[in-house]
């Protein structure tokens, strides 16, 4: 009798909950919505939120929680307002003798360069000499050549750290430096570099003093209070305030990294800077420990040097801690100002509806648009988002090409052979709002026209799009692309 009454007060139980479900649902629903309305969230985003929301309540309500908004912390964020002024300040007080006058550069390039020092502060500046190093192994051997030349002071920041082959010998390189009194410090993304804090190699850097800054940590913990897929995606390596390298690539060798992915060798480039821009990279990337660390700010004065050429450059920082001016409406300029051609390289393609627009928009006005995108990638997802864009600009007249020899892993968008935009900013909505990102902007025909030979070498390494073969490909591909490309703020 005793087992009956229980049963029958669990089947009560059970039938009150299944009629609070709903109720439940709704209370969610009207919370989380309310939450996405109170941050004028864009309106993709929102979208695809509350529509996670609806159709996955528990879980998509667990992932809003988790990764729903762009949440560095409080202590972070209040550093951040405390450093913004500085940083301002900063940089209005580069010297005059460094700054290039807007008015050299083609209408173009003048425009995007108004743009930039508007956003973040930095003016244009003269006296550079670029080169592009356009494979894994030219640049770690110049790289391991300057640390081996350092006399004075050594900082990189990277995302990714990963020991075994040549970064070996760049980890001997920097002990060497720092055995030889030059002062090293290192900047490395908790989750990107993860492996390489439990390495041999991460205790001998810190045996020999060299400094290692974890950025964003990533813990259980934290996780409750702090978005943990916000990262560090920057690559910059200074050497001396005088040399500089920004590009795509990690401190990692492709010979080792990732090679159970399925996607072949990653493929990158880097830019070799000479000139004051040097000294602007390690000043901002030295801006991120403090952020991190909470020590002051305290840039050094720049380098009294003479002009090492005459190219100009603009620094354009980026990251979630600020919603001022993102990344993506730099790039909205610089294809809006194109007259003849604009080719772009990247790994991840979910560039969003204003850069399909402006794309397409180019193409319709005649202007040749090139998109090379890797035929392979390291994310199904991504993947499916991406090639949902391909027939509404492969009917333009977008050019689409997919490089077959690796994971194509370079940024760059070099606009009339005029300019170029390089750095570490895929065209996803990742980069454009949730990374700490850095982007150059080379205002350097001779360095646009070398980026513009190593495009047209992938070019002659990947396989052209056809828009009749395209849309021959299955619907039941056709419907899963969109699919996913309506999640796609989420990716």
Request: with cysteine; charged share 20%; net charge neutral.
């Amino acid at each position: 009798m005793l087992q009956l009454t229980l049963s029958d007060h669990t089947i009560d139980t059970a039938a009150m909950l299944l009629k609070l479900l709903p109720i439940l649902h709704v209370v969610v629903l009207v919370g989380i919505s309310l939450r996405i309305f109170s941050r004028r969230t864009a309106q993709g985003i929102a979208i695809a939120w509350l529509l996670l929301v609806i159709l996955i309540p528990g879980v998509g309500a667990l992932m809003y929680l988790l990764i729903g908004e762009r949440r560095l912390g409080r202590v972070w964020m209040e550093r951040a307002r405390v450093l913004r002024p500085q940083l301002l300040q900063w940089a209005e007080s580069v010297p005059s003798t460094m700054i290039g006058l807007p008015t050299c550069l083609s209408s173009g390039g003048e425009s995007v360069s108004r743009l930039a020092r508007s956003a973040v502060g930095l003016p244009p500046m003269s006296g550079h000499r670029l080169q592009l190093l356009a494979d894994s192994g030219s640049i770690m051997r110049a790289m391991i050549s300057d640390i081996n030349a350092a006399r004075v002071s050594i900082h990189m920041e990277f995302y990714i750290w990963n020991d075994g082959g040549f970064v070996d010998d760049l980890v001997d390189a920097l002990v060497g430096a720092a055995r030889r009194g030059v002062a090293c410090s290192t900047l490395m993304d908790s989750l990107g570099s993860r492996p390489f804090f439990k390495s041999e190699a991460i205790k001998r850097l810190r045996d020999a003093g060299i400094r290692v800054v974890e950025v964003l940590p990533v813990n259980p913990l934290r996780a409750l209070f702090v978005r943990f897929d916000l990262r560090d995606h920057r690559k910059i390596a200074v050497i001396d305030r005088c040399i500089a390298y920004t590009g795509s690539m990690n401190i990692a060798d492709p010979r080792f990294f990732k090679q159970d992915a399925g996607v072949g060798e990653w493929v990158d480039a880097m830019a070799r800077i000479e000139g004051p821009a040097a000294w602007v990279l390690e000043t901002v990337s030295l801006s991120l420990t403090s952020l991190q660390t909470g020590g002051d700010f305290a840039p050094l004065p720049p380098p009294d040097l003479p002009p090492a050429g005459h190219g100009h450059v603009q620094i354009f920082p980026s990251g979630p801690q600020t919603s001022r001016l993102r990344i993506d409406a730099l790039l909205l300029a610089a294809i809006y100002a194109a007259r003849h051609e604009i080719v772009l390289t990247t790994p991840y393609f979910v560039p969003g509806e204003a850069l399909l627009l402006a794309l397409r928009s180019a193409a319709m006005r005649g202007v040749r648009v090139i998109v090379i995108v890797p035929e392979k990638i390291d994310s199904r997802l991504v993947r499916y988002a991406s090639q949902a864009y391909n027939e509404d600009l492969l009917e333009v007249g977008v050019n689409i090409f997919q490089f077959r020899d690796g994971l194509l892993h370079t940024k760059s968008m070099v606009v009339d052979e005029e300019f170029t935009v390089f750095g570490t900013v895929n065209l996803d909505l990742r980069s454009f709002e949730l990374n700490f990102e850095l982007s150059l902007i080379a205002f350097d025909t001779e360095f646009s026209s070398a980026m513009r030979a190593l495009q047209q070498d992938y070019e002659a390494r990947s396989h052209a799009l056809n828009l009749d073969e395209w849309r021959a490909r299955p619907r039941s591909r056709r419907l899963l692309e969109n699919a996913v490309q309506m999640m796609s703020p989420l990716l």
